[in-house]
């Protein structure tokens, strides 16, 4: 049976695959495993992104947290670093987050922080999935006056938002922004912040309706914005996923810049200033090769970890250092956030911005992105991990890895969050890699439906 967590907390379709009985039980065992030595009453928030099915699994979710004798605190629409960052400074037990981040809207996700703020290990999770396949066993139910209550906080997006201008205060006055909100969590807390530090800003897609978060809109689908930044005129656009924990950019010419670059600009700038950690950036296997390149040059050592932001910021925490990120954007500050934050790193790219005087698109030339083709082949979530069992498949890899061997490289893998087999293909030639990675996606997709 595959793993029920993947590697950014539990998703599925909210309704069929992430029931409500899914949600109260990982209420239940979540609540049970990550507050069960403590000898108060535990406490836990809770906070989703805009999707019409957040407030049925919330419910279900603070149902079964309650259920184990702990309280739950509910913020309503919250990015997830905002959550992280609430975790952490009320000191309660643990946060949970209900949201699938940059997927449709039928997809649902649940995430658990520890008291930290700090996504949890893969060990927690599995205690965590043991529990409910043993249907809860030896797990106490009180009753009485033993059950956990829910109280609600929405006002707590105002702490979140003061956190972001005193951590970052940069000054915005005579900067056009334009700012896509992807229909997601960051529709106020993003706005607040950039227009309280003085932003002229330009607001795309802030108004969700429960449907249309993601809906070709935000860090995923960023045409819209790239034409709004040059018909505006402005210097910079920042496109947020559904639950704020990443960032992408455009210049003021209407070119995307992609968290490599964005680390690489602020990580140089941060090195300048004495600010980088051992004088590293930590990124994944997915990485351009250009970004290996630009620290080669700059003097930064890049560190790569398999793919999956808990990886990064488990490297960050063995090592000691204060920024890493994907290429997604999803970018970690760790001197002032336990997770990604797209605001965080938004602040930290237009702080470069304001004090180089330099417009982003000379900025970007720090690193030269080579060609890279990603495709995605859709596979049954079941199968995905085992591509390489196929003989087809396994012989069609090697002869392409054979092939850009000096050249570029290949990378194939599972999504860890969707039904995908991702192929990766980086090389010289545009077309070539194009049309390489297609075929094998196409391949990939035949063999394993």
């Known amino acids: ?104 809207m039928e997809f649902n996700g649940i995430k658990f922080f520890n008291g930290e703020g700090y996504k949890l290990s893969d060990e927690l999770e599995d205690e965590i999935e043991a529990l409910i396949k043993n249907g809860m066993k030896d797990v106490p139910m009180p009753i009485g006056s033993g059950i956990g209550n829910i109280s609600y906080r929405f006002e707590a997006r105002e702490e979140y938002v003061f956190f972001m201008k005193k951590t970052v205060p940069v000054e915005l006055n005579g900067l056009k922004i334009v700012v896509d909100c992807a229909e997601g969590a960051s529709h106020y807390t993003a706005v607040e912040t950039l227009k309280g530090l003085g932003a002229n800003l330009v607001e795309l897609h802030i108004s969700p309706d429960g449907t249309n978060i993601n809906a070709n ?8 914005l790239r034409a709004r930044v040059v018909y505006e005129k402005a210097d910079v656009g920042l ?17 995307i810049v992609d968290g490599d ?14 600010r980088l950690k051992k004088d590293t950036i930590v990124g994944t296997v997915m990485s351009n090769l250009g970004f290996t390149l630009m620290g080669e040059k700059c003097g930064i050592h890049i560190e790569q970890t398999k793919v999956g932001d808990r990886y990064v ?10 920024i890493g990120g994907e290429q997604s954007g999803h970018i970690i500050f ?24 330099r417009p982003l698109s000379e900025l970007a030339q720090i690193m030269e992105v080579l060609p890279q083709a990603l495709v995605n082949a859709k596979v049954p979530n079941h199968k995905k991990e085992h591509f390489m069992d196929y003989p087809e498949i396994a012989q ?39 049309r390489e990675a297609k075929d094998l996606a196409n391949l990939i997709r035949r063999n394993m439906l």
């Open 1 to 104: 049976m595959a793993r029920m967590f993947g590697t950014d907390g539990v998703r599925g379709v909210a309704g069929t695959e992430l029931t409500i009985e899914l949600a109260m039980k990982l209420g239940q065992a979540g609540a049970y495993v990550l507050t069960r030595e403590k000898a108060h009453q535990p406490t836990i928030i809770v906070g989703c992104d805009t999707r019409i099915s957040g407030g049925m699994l919330a419910n279900a979710l603070m149902a079964g947290i309650c259920s184990v004798g702990a309280n739950a605190v509910y913020m309503g629409v919250m990015p997830t670093p905002a959550i992280a960052y609430l975790t952490k400074k009320h000191k309660v037990d643990a946060g949970v987050v209900i949201s699938a981040s940059h997927n449709p």
């Open 217 to 224: 809109c935000g860090s995923t689908h960023m045409d819209e």
């Open 239 to 255: 496109a947020f996923d559904g639950d704020a924990d990443r960032m992408l950019a455009v210049d003021e010419k209407g070119n």
């Open 261 to 274: 670059q964005i680390m690489a600009i602020i990580g140089n700038d941060m090195k300048k200033q004495g």
């Open 313 to 322: 910021l488990e490297n960050m925490r063995e090592n000691g250092y204060n």
């Open 334 to 357: 760790l001197d002032e956030n336990t997770t990604g934050d797209g605001l965080l790193s938004a602040l930290h790219l237009l702080e470069v911005m304001v004090h180089t005087g």
């Open 396 to 434: 069609a890899v090697q002869k392409l890895e054979k092939k850009f061997a000096g050249e570029g490289r290949v990378l194939i893998r599972p999504s860890g969050t969707e039904p995908l087999v991702r192929v990766m293909i980086e090389g010289k030639n545009l077309e070539e890699i194009n």
